[in-house]
């Protein structure tokens, strides 16, 4: 009786551990049912109206299926199990203050696990997080629970029942995992495995096996990639940015980054929890790293087998939790990272597309932005919150340090210091100087594209030599400008070693000489090895502080670049305001219409184009390059604009688009217009996706339109049809194919007004006919729909076709206009002709069908060279691995190795005070301290060489 009356004292006592009242290893009953069993049911019930709000707001998504009814099945199962334990509990032995309660919240569990898993099922697209997460520890708390009942005496039966309890929570578990991919409607079939995983699968990777399988059997491509999810998609993206931008430009000091970090919020929260709960794990190991030790040491307890299986079954939660939490971390981190790099990529380019022709005619800003600076943004995004999380840790690893080494834990403080101390002076000096090294790289990145972006022409004038010359040497100056930049990396990361490598110096250093002076003796093995894992503690946390917080600086360069450059006055609006929406081609790209196009009219009804004593130039306040234009361009007409080369019809055609400044009374382009332009722009992308653009496809069209391009004997004679992709700037095509390829994709989009300059211009006579007859005569594509045609040429062999004729002189005016009857005998006319006749002979010398001089100018790609690429792909090449081994050295290979020694040194000097009671500790820790001073100064050297050196050596 005395015996069940103290295991009902100690059961009911709060604890946590029973061994403080009994020998069993264990938690005390009270202890259990209070916090591993109420509280994640309280936590459920809490969380279930505010996701069944957020559920019922959204349509089904998933087909009926056996899944559901089987879990609805188990929960009403685990319902009357819970029934059942409240019964027991209420007559059980050892019932506590809380048992019944405790009893009672699992019945309601069950009915809101019910009422939950059928709701999740068929309204959300993966598995319920809340449930998954409910159970998984619900799970693990219960199994401790059902060992305690299983080892009090007289519990029995209600141990049984508990453990049947738990069989079907565990049933429960692994019927909620399951995917719900393969009976998701139709419309949802496509998502990306990602997207439809639970939490369990995200946790462990498990939605990367497929891919990793399918990687396996056979080499991956760009199509066999999941899709992306939606939350990461650039447009989604920029709208949100663009809105927070408006509302924040020109009001205070880092507009962007506010502009950035509210549009991005919700990811970049998600981040802090795993990385919060990240710093609960890595304080566990200190505790279970000294009690590994002492148990090792002898301190076994009263029940050593049961002690060793929990240091076991901890040490597997600990790291493996850590693992877990870590890759949620990791995953999140870089899913924000890569919204943020969406998100500026994006505002660039937009902010570069809304600027006028002039203005966004150099990309080398945009490019150089999108890429370097964006990419260090990125950079010093991956320790964002490293600067919140590392003071709390090193806060919390010194304290655990005091206990172990009282004095000596003042050592990392001193290191913290002389670190914060370095680290603050590199902050002020590195975003001034990265600016600087921008700056280059842009430079640098300009005349390279340039470069490649003409290489056709460039081998031709023989100008290769020279100008590979001009780039190495621009790359000299940009490792000479980046050489101060990379100065402070070595610096900053010196200091950033400071901690690991000197502060167990400084620590071991005090708390010896503190020992010394109050009663002598020797550290402790356990004393030790948990020092330097606290050690390690700090010294992570606080290198990487003091790297990020100066790369975050410096990427403050970079955001005031990018807000320079999208608040400068040159990437204004355009002067014209032209409607952005586009006719539909039909309502179903099964059947094709076409449809007449309408012009939208404005002030003036019966005109397209209305100027009046209109001058246009380059930029606004500078001479006007076309002086005096009157201009009246009725709709559904072709109108022909001719004159020299050099006398103003781009110019002409720009402001009539609105992408140059125009004064005078003006009435340009307002409705959807399709621009062709005299130098080809091409994505790189396949022939056919340059074509369709961003229009629908629409394939009877579509055909159409290659025929009527000429582009039918061209597509025979690609490799891939047009499945080719064309390469940057289109390189992989001649150039009559770049242009018939923008004049196609001109003509698809089906725009009511069609602009096209000087497109025919390098073709051979019969193409220059196919492509009239087809696309601009009067049965042609465009002209039998009423679509308005302005065309810019300086050949006059169709000027007879056109509606209204506009004659530009060398002076910058119109020197006539008109139909052609009244054109056609201008003097300054009679002279273009001549001048034409005499190009027109030349060109005949060397004409030729479009079949054979296309066929000539692009052969086939060489069999075999996709299987080569792949078995490279594959295998790998080992020269390439060999090559960078080389440039590394033996003698900085061998430095590097050396500074390792130190880590192993303190095994030695342990095992050593162990057995000599601490007589040679003087000797040991002046090696040790030799050897990490050393060592520091080896990473030193080596940083130095990787950041100024070696890149001497890649230069060529």
């Not at 009356?5 to 029973?18: K, N």
């Not at 957020?54 to 099945?73: D, E, S, T």
Request: glycine share 8%; hydrophobic share 45%.
């Amino acid at each position: 009786m005395d015996n069940f009356t103290s295991i009902a004292d100690c059961e009911g006592s709060f604890g946590p551990a029973a061994s403080a009242c009994s020998d069993r290893f264990d938690f005390t009953l009270l202890f259990e049912q209070s916090l591993l069993n109420i509280g994640p049911s309280a936590a459920l019930l809490l969380a279930l109206p505010l996701r069944l709000q957020q559920l019922l707001r959204q349509r089904r998504k998933v087909l009926r299926h056996p899944l559901n009814a089987a879990k609805i099945v188990t929960c009403v199962t685990f319902g009357v199990i819970q029934i059942a334990l409240v019964s027991l509990w209420a007559q059980a032995p050892f019932a506590n203050r809380v048992s019944v309660a405790a009893a009672v919240l699992g019945v309601l569990d069950a009915l809101a696990l019910g009422v939950l898993s059928h709701t999740e099922h068929v309204r959300s697209i993966r598995p319920s997080t809340i449930i998954c997460v409910y159970l998984v520890f619900s799970l693990a708390f219960d199994a401790v629970q059902c060992r305690t009942l299983w080892l009090l005496p007289g519990l029995q039966k209600l141990a049984a029942v508990f453990t049947a309890s738990l069989t079907v929570k565990l049933a429960m578990f692994m019927l909620e995992v399951q995917g719900k991919r393969r009976f998701l409607i139709a419309a949802l079939r496509n998502l990306s495995p990602e997207t439809t995983s639970g939490i369990i699968g995200r946790g462990f990777f498990w939605w990367l096996n497929g891919l990793m399988t399918r990687g396996f059997k056979a080499t991956l491509s760009p199509a066999a990639l999941y899709d992306i999810d939606e939350g990461l998609k650039s447009e989604e993206l920029l709208q949100r940015l663009l809105q927070q931008w408006d509302q924040r430009k020109g009001k205070g000091k880092y507009a962007l980054i506010k502009a950035l970090f509210s549009s991005t919020k919700k990811a970049c929260i998600a981040t802090a929890f795993p990385r919060l709960v990240l710093i609960g794990f890595k304080f566990a190991q200190p505790f279970l790293i000294n009690r590994i030790i002492t148990y090792v040491d002898g301190d076994k307890g009263s029940d050593p087998k049961s002690v060793a299986y929990g240091l076991i079954t901890a040490t597997a939660m600990i790291y493996l939790g850590t693992a877990i939490v870590n890759g949620f971390y990791q995953h999140k981190l870089y899913r924000f990272i890569t919204m943020v790099r969406g998100s500026l990529a994006s505002f660039v380019l937009s902010k570069n597309l809304d600027a006028n022709a002039a203005a966004a005619g150099d990309s080398s800003a945009a490019l150089t932005l999108v890429s370097a600076d964006v990419r260090n943004i990125c950079r010093s995004f991956e320790t964002l919150h490293e600067v919140w999380a590392n003071p709390v840790e090193i806060g919390i690893a010194i304290w655990l340090l005091q206990r172990q080494l009282g004095l000596g834990s003042v050592g990392p403080a001193i290191t913290i210091i002389v670190c914060t101390v370095g680290m603050s002076k590199l902050g002020q000096l590195m975003p001034p100087a990265m600016k600087l090294w921008s700056e280059n790289i842009q430079t640098r990145i300009t005349v390279t594209s340039e470069v490649l972006g003409s290489i056709k022409e460039t081998k031709m004038l023989g100008m290769t030599e020279f100008l590979q010359k001009v780039i190495q040497d621009l790359r000299i100056t940009e490792l000479v400008m980046a050489k101060k930049y990379r100065a402070m990396i070595t610096y900053m990361n010196v200091l950033g070693n400071c901690p690991s490598m000197v502060g167990p110096v400084v620590t071991f250093g005090i708390a010896l000489l503190a020992q010394r002076i109050n009663a002598g003796g020797s550290l402790s093995i356990a004393t030790v090895f948990t020092s330097l894992s606290i050690i390690d503690m700090i010294a992570g946390p606080l290198a990487l502080l003091i790297s990020s917080v100066p790369s975050l600086l410096a990427s403050l360069g970079s955001f005031e670049r990018i807000e320079d450059f999208v608040g400068n006055d040159h990437l204004s609006q355009s002067t014209t305001t032209m409607e952005q929406s586009r006719p539909t081609p039909s309502e179903s790209d099964a059947g094709f219409e076409m449809q007449t196009f309408s012009t939208k009219a404005s002030s003036d009804r019966d005109h397209v184009v209305v100027v009046e004593d209109g001058s246009i130039s380059i930029k606004a306040g500078e001479t006007p390059i076309l002086q005096n234009v009157n201009l009246r361009i009725p709709p559904s007409t072709l109108t022909i604009l001719i004159g020299r080369v050099g006398s103003g019809k781009t110019v002409l055609l720009r402001g009539l688009l609105g992408e140059l400044p125009m004064t005078g009374s003006i009435k340009t382009l307002d409705g959807g217009v399709a621009y062709c332009a005299q130098t080809t722009w091409l994505t790189t992308s396949t022939v056919k996706e340059n074509i369709i653009a961003q229009s629908p496809l629409n394939q009877e069209w579509y055909d159409k339109v290659v025929h009527a391009c000429a582009l039918l004997p061209d597509l025979a004679n690609l490799s891939n049809g047009d499945g080719t992709v064309v390469g940057s700037k289109g390189q992989s095509l001649s150039g009559g194919q770049k242009q018939r390829v923008a004049l196609a994709r001109a003509v698809y989009a089906r725009k009511s007004v069609l602009v096209v300059d000087d497109a025919l211009s390098g073709l051979d006579s019969s193409t220059q006919n196919h492509i009239w007859d087809n696309v601009f005569g009067q049965n042609g594509l465009v002209r039998r729909f009423g679509t308005t045609i302005i065309l810019a040429t300086h050949s006059l062999s169709y000027l007879k076709y056109g509606d209204h004729i506009v004659i530009l002189s060398d002076d910058g005016k119109i020197a006539n206009q008109g139909t052609f009857a009244a054109v056609r005998h201008s003097a300054y006319l009679e002279t273009l002709s001549i001048e034409d006749n005499k190009h027109s002979k030349n060109d005949e010398s060397g004409t030729s069908t479009p079949e054979n001089s296309e066929k000539s100018k692009k052969p086939k790609a060489p069999e075999g060279n996709d299987k080569e690429l792949d078995l490279l792909r594959k295998a790998g090449d080992t020269t390439l691995y060999w090559y960078y081994l080389r440039s590394i050295g033996w003698l900085y290979g061998s430095l590097g190795v050396l500074g390792m020694f130190g880590d192993c040194f303190v095994r030695s000097w342990t095992e050593n005070d162990a057995k000599t009671g601490g007589a040679d500790t003087g000797m040991y820790f002046g090696v040790y301290a030799g050897m990490s001073v050393g060592g520091l100064f080896i990473i030193g050297l080596n940083i130095w060489y990787d950041a100024l050196e070696e890149p001497k050596r890649y230069k060529d």
